[in-house]
């Protein structure tokens, strides 16, 4: 079966880890230019009864060949009705930079739908009215790689090899105008608890900022700050998996290992 022809969560979705035994469902969303296996590590460090499922856009890894998506609106789209699928087990969401935007969106399409969300997890990314305005998406090659090499995150053999460079940009340059030209909006707040979680050395997101992402919902809300920065989860997970694990195990689904 090619992925073309799969189901909407075969196409979407992917488990680190097989067979799932998890009795909650942490949804994954990548930043921008990344894919699913930026989560590939998350089901080894979290307790078994946490299934890991990792968002795969389109245009990336084992979804090269598909379109990329022109706005973040038709991205949540897919993810979405693909997501609808998955009630079986209590389900909670987690994005990091462009990835919390996507996530955010995807909560509450999911929510109008009736589809309870446990919890929402944002990190470093400001809250949907609080965008801040740039054009990375326009500049040449050149300017879009020394952004990416100015946040951190990408290995220096990856940017230094004109081949991997080559393949990597069309995705990455489309993900910055995605989340470029999206227009957030705080309506209708959620129902779910959100917490959010920045590098305190982030110049992507300060602690004022990601603060307001208390607006986006009627529940709970909480921020935590990491030494770090854009990318502090890559280079020190496990204060963030720690904290991603009480709150899911607060839950009345317990995870413990």
Not at 39 to 54: D, F, G, N
Request: aromatic residues 8%; glycine residues 8%.
């Amino acid at each position: 079966m090619t992925l073309l022809n799969a189901s909407p969560s075969d196409r979407w979705f992917r488990r680190p880890l097989a067979p799932a035994t998890g009795r909650l469902r942490l949804l994954c969303f990548p930043p921008a230019g990344s894919g699913a296996n930026f989560y590939r590590q998350w089901s080894h460090l979290m307790p078994a009864a946490i299934e890991v499922l990792a968002v795969q856009y389109p245009g990336r890894e084992d979804r090269i060949v598909e379109p990329l998506c022109e706005s973040l609106a038709s991205l949540v789209d897919g993810i979405a009705q693909a997501a609808m699928t998955l009630r079986e087990k209590p389900l909670a969401l987690f994005g990091h930079s462009m990835g919390a935007a996507v996530a955010h969106e995807t909560a509450k399409r999911l929510e109008a739908a009736g589809i309870r969300i446990e919890h929402l997890f944002v990190s470093g990314r400001p809250p949907p009215h609080r965008q801040r305005s740039k054009a990375i998406h326009r500049r040449d090659d050149d300017g879009v790689l020394a952004e990416i090499a100015r946040l951190g995150g990408t290995p220096s053999a990856v940017l230094e090899n004109a081949e991997l460079r080559a393949l990597l940009l069309p995705s990455i340059r489309a993900d910055f105008h995605l989340i470029e030209t999206y227009e957030g909006g705080l309506v209708p707040a959620l129902r779910a608890p959100v917490s959010a979680f920045i590098g305190t050395a982030d110049t992507e997101v300060g602690q004022q900022e990601a603060v307001q992402w208390a607006d986006v919902t009627g529940g709970a809300f909480d921020l935590t700050c990491y030494e770090g920065g854009h990318f502090y989860l890559v280079d020190r997970p496990a204060p963030l998996i720690r904290a991603l694990t009480a709150k899911l195990s607060a839950m009345a689904w317990p995870c413990t290992p």
